[in-house]
């Protein structure tokens, strides 16, 4: 049982330039998250789902596109990327009853 | 001010020794409080919840002080396996707003 999967796991590209990372659940939990994770900052919430066709926007949500259009997958896209999101973005999901959360293993991206 | 702060560390001790981590939180409607453990370079992964009244897992005791708006982690007998950076996270309104601390990073000596 893979649980939370992350694709790519590294990515490297370039500003201005289209990218979208995946996540993918296997255990139909209700929330989805994407998270960034930047020295100093900590993790802070991009976007989050509470089902399917239910988005909302968390900290930081400007530059980032997300849809849900099945329970276990999360894309988050990134419509023109920039030097300030080189990150390392983290996805992570949550039963509706429960607060932990359930973290992938996380993609690195870096823009050049 | 940030909404939870922690010591950044590093806290560098001795295997066997007592070591405890604090957070403060500023927003005093926060609800639910937790402690996750991230390894370096793998993701956060939740060590305990932190409850009103305290509480213990194992070598690990979480409490929690509302008035003061911080709360700690002890870890007691420490281990080399306990290297990790510790996350503090604070829920704001029982919704999926859950704020993560910067961390503070421990290293346990041999």
Request: proline share 5%.
């Amino acid at each position: 049982d893979a649980g939370i999967t992350q694709s790519p796991r590294y990515k490297i590209t370039e500003t201005g330039r289209q990218v979208t990372l995946m996540c993918h659940q296997t255990w139909s939990h209700s929330y989805m998250f994407w998270y960034r994770q930047d020295l100093g900052h900590g993790l802070r919430l991009i976007y989050y789902s509470a089902a399917a066709d239910i988005t909302d926007k968390g900290e930081v949500p400007d530059g980032y596109v997300v849809s849900r259009s099945k329970t276990e997958n999360f894309p988050l896209t990134l419509e023109s990327a920039t030097r300030s999101q080189t990150s390392v973005y983290f996805c992570a999901t949550k039963f509706a009853g429960n607060n932990e959360q359930f973290f992938g293993p996380g993609t690195r991206l870096t823009v050049l | 001010r940030k909404e939870v702060e922690q010591d950044p560390g590093p806290f560098n001790v001795p295997e066997g020794a007592t070591v405890a981590f604090n957070c403060t939180y500023s927003n005093s409607a926060s609800q639910s409080f937790f402690w996750y453990r991230q390894d370096c370079r793998k993701e956060p992964k939740l060590l305990m919840s932190v409850y009103s009244s305290g509480n213990e897992d194992g070598r690990f005791t979480a409490q929690l002080n509302r008035a003061s708006q911080y709360i700690s982690l002890l870890i007691r007998d420490s281990k080399l396996s306990d290297s990790a950076t510790y996350l503090c996270v604070v829920n704001i309104d029982y919704g999926q707003n859950f704020v993560f601390g910067p961390g503070t990073r421990l290293s346990v000596l041999p």
